[in-house]
């Protein structure tokens, strides 16, 4: 939002400093983004009035435009589409400078010479507009300095960032009562006067009916006259709405656009020559159509709060009015409409599609619960001043709207802020923000407070709590050590996701983050999981729910692949979607991507590829550090995503699947246009939730041994299945199973290898007797010999100890 210094200056009684205000606004949670004067430097810019217009020639659309500046009367040739007898503009003599350095001077065009140029606002850098002079108000005074015409000098633009909480600051009142609270002023009464509002109670009146009081809380309607046609919007209206925003239209558009910016009330004027009595407020009918302001034809859902006449419907309410109610030139008899409407009705109309507005901002926030007759009073007023409107009594329904009481207890204000506040404190402030308090009959401590018909975002004694410290500014609340904050303990059987990723971080992984959502070109990766499309996708780049982690990662590698970026370790925490069966079900994942060389360049090693043991190591360490240090790989041959001689799926002994690994499909990795062998694994969270209880094992008392075998086994048996098989013979007495070795060639045959595994036995009870290891080894080799198919080619004692 932005706002005119000098505006906020008009409405408070005390002198405002630029920098106070940025540094006071930002402190409090408004924060303001920018400052910027009201006009950038240009000089020799002076009012001109156009006396006469004549075409330099029939094959050119220049223009000689005799124009009246002061006792001067120069000539200058323009283009500009709206230059017309009797327009006042602004006019840039020879000699003046205008913003970016641009130096003017006299030019012959055709032979005529052309003193001078006419501006546009977007050549004096006051908007963008660049399609016609700037067009002057009457009141200005010809020959005058243009910067002094418009009262440039001195006033500056801030820009205001607000949370969506803070719709009561969406105007100029609503800053101002911000400011003055700021400075202890207490509730300033800054509303602008409508006393010079005269209503003529005999004139009639436009009969209102509300057939959706749950989604029109208020509404206030006046009939006005418009009794002059030639009326126009004053300077400093102009000036307020361009420093705001806006531009001006007509008298009383400008008044309704104005009347909002400075009380935070939209206002809609319909023409009321074009309405069906009565006006009545409902809900659309399923299949209306409504030919709207912006050109726009829409076809209306019944969960869209309309405004109708007797025969079609006006206004989405709270949003945009239709064309054919819009006022105009030659309007005679204004109905001026004033509402609070919920601001839920206002969002399920925008997401039905209805277009975002500067009055839907404001209702989908909350405007105030009780300033419909103020706007409706002072856009009257305004418009008895410009335009000579004659006004009709009001029709209203529910102006009284109920404001929101609670109990606050002074105490558990301190306790929530952490230090002492006093109970006369907490009044001072609530009076401050113009909130009602009272003492609570039923606790000594505790005021009953009624919020502010503006304030939407105070309901509760946290909500006062958080005024408390913004009142008394966040910079004064008092430094102490705090202790710890109380919390369940997680279960020691569930992994703690946090070390998880602390440990891929300290290993030189960098963590990413993807929409839930994706293009159906990533989701056909994996064709397996039944995606869920979106009823509504903001793009074609995210049309349906990720079901898997992978595709966005490998989107983001792509990414960074274009940048050069050689070395890529990559983790992903985030929640995938799964919607067979008809159910949609949410589950946590992590995914790892790496690729690259697996260390940096240098001269003590030779270069090498990061490959699918690199990240298997990765997803070991995790297993390890987690608690679940018994798994084994199973191959995986029919993964869409992943290279089946590459590829594994890793599984609990008690049959869970703890996740997939492998290497990217070459198909794959060419269509995406990566080079080089891409890793990749994808970790399915809720199996690796509950792990054994961790226990303490006393270091070993007794001395241990090892048995070194060698054996033969059949090419596509996995090392993993030597080790499982060793486990699961071994006993008590097998302490631990390491494979060092495998060997493929002269005394081996074709089809099969010789695999070297080192098992280590010990008991710690007793002193380890060699029958029992030697007994124990041949119950390991008849087990392989089961399992895997292996021939037993050497054993060896390697050492005790």
């Keep these: 939002m932005q706002i005119s210094m000098a505006w906020l200056q008009a409405l408070l009684p005390f002198e405002l400093q630029a920098e106070w205000v940025c540094e006071r606004l930002t402190a409090a949670g408004i924060e303001v983004s ?43 040739i323009t283009g500009a589409p709206n230059a017309r007898p009797g327009l006042l503009v602004p006019w840039a003599r020879p000699g003046a400078l205008l913003p970016k350095e641009r130096q003017i001077a006299s030019a012959t065009l055709r032979g005529i010479v052309s003193e001078g140029m006419l501006c546009s606002s977007a050549e004096l850098g006051l908007d963008d507009d660049e399609h016609g002079l700037l067009e002057l108000a009457p009141d200005v005074r010809c020959g005058d300095d243009v910067r002094l015409a418009l009262a440039l000098d001195g006033d500056v633009v801030m820009t205001l960032e607000l949370t969506p909480n803070r719709a009561d600051c969406l105007s100029a009142l609503g800053i101002a009562r911000e400011l003055a609270a700021l400075a202890g002023q207490g509730h300033v009464p800054v509303l602008p006067s409508c006393q010079e509002l005269v209503v003529e109670r ?30 126009y919007t004053p300077t400093w209206m102009r000036e307020r709405l361009r420093r705001s925003g806006m531009r001006s239209i007509h008298p009383i558009v400008d008044v309704t656009n104005y009347v909002m910016l400075e009380t935070g009330q939209p206002l809609h004027a319909f023409d009321a020559n074009q309405l069906r009595p009565p006006i009545t407020i409902r809900w659309a009918r399923s299949g209306e159509d409504i030919a709207l302001l912006n050109g726009n034809t829409m076809t209306m859902q019944q969960n869209m709060l309309v405004v109708a006449d007797g025969c079609k419907p006006l206004a989405l309410a709270g949003i945009m009015g239709d064309a054919s109610s819009a006022v105009r030139t030659d309007t005679s008899l204004v109905f001026l409409e004033s509402a609070l409407f919920a601001p839920q009705a206002v969002r399920s109309a925008l997401r039905e599609g209805a277009p975002h507005t500067e009055a839907s901002y404001r209702f989908e926030r909350g405007v105030s619960r009780r300033g419909q007759q103020l706007a409706l009073d002072r856009a009257s007023a305004l418009l008895q001043e410009l335009v000579a409107a004659v006004a009709g009594p009001m029709s209203a329904h529910g102006l009284e709207q109920a404001l929101p009481s609670f109990v606050v207890r002074t105490r558990r204000v301190a306790q929530r802020l952490g230090y002492p506040v006093e109970r006369k404190e907490i009044i001072t402030i609530m009076e401050r923000l113009g909130a009602r308090s009272e003492p609570y009959p039923e606790e000594e401590d505790a005021l009953l407070v009624t919020a502010p018909a503006h304030r939407w975002d105070m309901v509760c004694e946290a909500d006062v ?77 995210g049309a349906v729910l990720r079901t898997s982690l992978l595709p966005g990662m490998l989107g983001v590698l ?66 390890e550090m987690s608690g679940h240090p018994e ?37 794959h990795a060419s269509g995406l246009q990566i080079e080089g062998d891409v890793v990749l694994a994808e970790l399915f969270l809720p199996a690796w939730q509950h792990r054994n209880r961790p226990l303490a094992v006393p270091p070993p008392r007794f001395p241990g041994m090892r048995r070194d075998i060698s054996v033969l086994v059949p090419e596509p048996v996995p090392a993993a299945s030597l080790v499982e098989s060793c486990r699961r013979h071994g006993g ?5 199973v390491v494979l060092f070795d495998v060997y493929r060639g002269k005394g081996v045959d ?52």
């Design 34 to 76: 920018a400052v910027m004067p009201a006009a950038p430097v240009f000089q020799g810019v002076q009012v001109a009035r156009i006396l006469s217009v004549e075409p330099i020639s029939a094959d050119s659309h220049l223009v000689l435009c005799k124009l009246q500046v002061g006792q001067e009367t120069p000539q200058v």
């Design 202 to 231: 005999h004139r009639p009146s436009m009969p209102v009916s509300v057939a959706a009081a749950d989604a029109c809380l208020a509404y206030a309607g006046r009939l006005l006259g418009i009794g002059r046609q030639d009326g």
């Design 465 to 541: 709590a958080e005024e408390v410290a913004r009142l008394k500014g966040y910079q004064h609340i008092p430094r102490h050590l705090q202790p710890p904050l109380g919390g369940r303990m997680a279960s020691i059987k569930q992994a703690d996701l946090r070390l998880m990723v602390q440990q891929l971080v300290h290993r030189g992984f960098f963590e990413v983050i993807n929409y839930s959502f994706i293009s159906w070109a990533m989701q056909q990766m994996l064709p397996g999981l039944q995606a869920l499309p979106l009823a509504n996708p903001l793009s074609a780049d």
């Design 558 to 623: 792509r990414h960074n692949l274009a940048y050069r970026r050689g070395l890529m370790r990559m983790f992903e925490l985030g929640t995938v979607f799964d919607g067979q069966q008809g159910m949609v079900r949410e589950a946590s994942h992590l995914g790892l991507l790496m690729t690259g060389d697996a260390m940096p360049e240098q001269w003590g090693a030779a270069p090498r590829a990061l490959d699918f043991y690199d990240l298997k190591g990765e997803v070991e360490a995790l297993l």
């Design 631 to 667: 798994r084994s790989y199973v191959p995986l041959q029919d993964h869409p995503l992943l290279h089946p001689g590459q590829a594994a799926a890793i599984y609990h002994p008690d049959g869970r699947l703890f996740g997939i690994l492998g290497t990217l499909h070459p198909n």
């Design 732 to 736: 008590t007495l097998l302490e631990d």
């Design 750 to 801: 074709e089809g099969w290898k010789s695999m070297a595994i080192g098992l280590s036995f010990r008991d710690r009870k007793h002193t380890l007797d060699e029958g029992i290891v030697q007994k124990t080894l041949q119950t390991i080799m008849l087990g392989l010999q089961v399992d895997c198919g292996a021939e037993l080619r050497a054993a060896y004692d390697h050492h005790q100890g």
